[in-house]
């Protein structure tokens, strides 16, 4: 194939029944930062137009499957010849030593064990790995191994750059992914960080128990810290709350499942454990919010007191 500098000549790939395709038909591809930020990573380190004609085959639905197993990303894009090309990417994985050291590091912050326990990628959990010099997401060339059956010497080829952004959505619906192609799954670091949570929880009986339910006792806290003292500014909310992701409409498999995986908390109310209450009171707070839901959908609105019905 003939080009030059960065214009190359248009291809007419065979089309795809059926095939992968983005979400996106214009504009940027990826919903969620972690997804905007691995394009970005990527569009860093790519070869000028490369990046962009492998978006053109991504939308339209030229990359047939793609996979990821033991950190590897496997895939077939079809061009322009009968055969799909065959494409293999693989990361730069970490070690277990490494590993260790982010875990640790990760579990001493409760907000980044929570939201992982609870399946979001907290946005500022980059700072982590980089405390390490372990990047999280490429910052150079030689931190990806990439081939292609395509004779395009090019790298990344278009075929490629397609899975690129394929896998960017996949990203979207599965944060962990990422840290997959750094040599930890889903399962594993789940695990990981339950085990580590559990073994620096607090000793039996360290926590004392509270005198009533407007008092709760932490362990390191020198003295009762009571909750009407706070009382002014108990429902303000943090200043990243615009941007906690909620999804509604998402049943999850196991009821307060990011309590239950976070296991026992620091607080208690009485002499029960403030967690213990909560998993109660979730599922019940879920189904009240999930009706009102399909009652705004289905256009029967529920009458507020004082509100008086219009007609049209």
């Not at 009485?270 to 879920?286: C, M, S």
Request: proline residues 6%.
């Amino acid at each position: 194939m003939n080009y030059w500098g960065d214009h190359y000549p248009p291809a007419n790939p065979i089309k795809v029944k059926d095939g992968i395709s983005v979400r996106s038909k214009r504009g940027a591809i990826g919903g969620t930062w972690w997804s905007k930020r691995f394009i970005a990573a990527l569009e860093n380190i790519g070869i000028g137009s490369r990046l962009q004609r492998g978006r053109a085959y991504a939308r339209k639905g030229q990359v047939i499957n793609i996979s990821v197993h033991e950190g590897v990303i496997h895939a077939e894009v079809q061009g322009t010849t009968p055969r799909p090309y065959t494409i293999r990417i693989s990361f730069t994985r970490f070690s277990d030593k490494e590993w260790k050291m982010i875990l640790d590091a990760l579990v001493s912050q409760a907000l980044f064990t929570a939201s992982l326990l609870g399946g979001e990628m907290p946005q500022e959990i980059e700072t982590v790995f980089l405390g390490f010099g372990l990047p999280l997401l490429p910052v150079g060339r030689k931190e990806i191994i990439t081939t292609c059956s395509c004779p395009d010497s090019a790298n990344p080829c278009k075929h490629i750059a397609a899975v690129y952004y394929i896998l960017a959505e996949q990203f979207d619906r599965d944060p962990f992914l990422i840290f997959a192609l750094r040599g930890r799954d889903r399962e594993t670091i789940l695990e990981e960080l339950r085990n580590r949570r559990e073994n620096t929880g607090p000793e039996k009986g360290e926590a004392q128990p509270v005198q009533s339910l407007g008092e709760i006792v932490a362990p390191g806290f020198s003295t009762l810290d009571s909750l009407s003292a706070h009382m002014d500014s108990f429902w303000d909310t943090g200043d990243n709350l615009d941007t906690f992701p909620i999804y509604l409409h998402r049943k999850t498999e196991l009821d307060a499942a990011a309590l239950k995986r976070l296991g026992p908390s620091l607080f208690r109310i009485g002499n029960r454990d403030l967690a213990e209450l909560l998993v109660q009171v979730y599922p019940k707070a879920r189904d009240h919010v999930l009706k009102e839901i399909e009652r705004l959908e289905s256009g029967v609105l529920k009458e507020v007191p004082g509100h008086q019905k219009t007609s049209k």
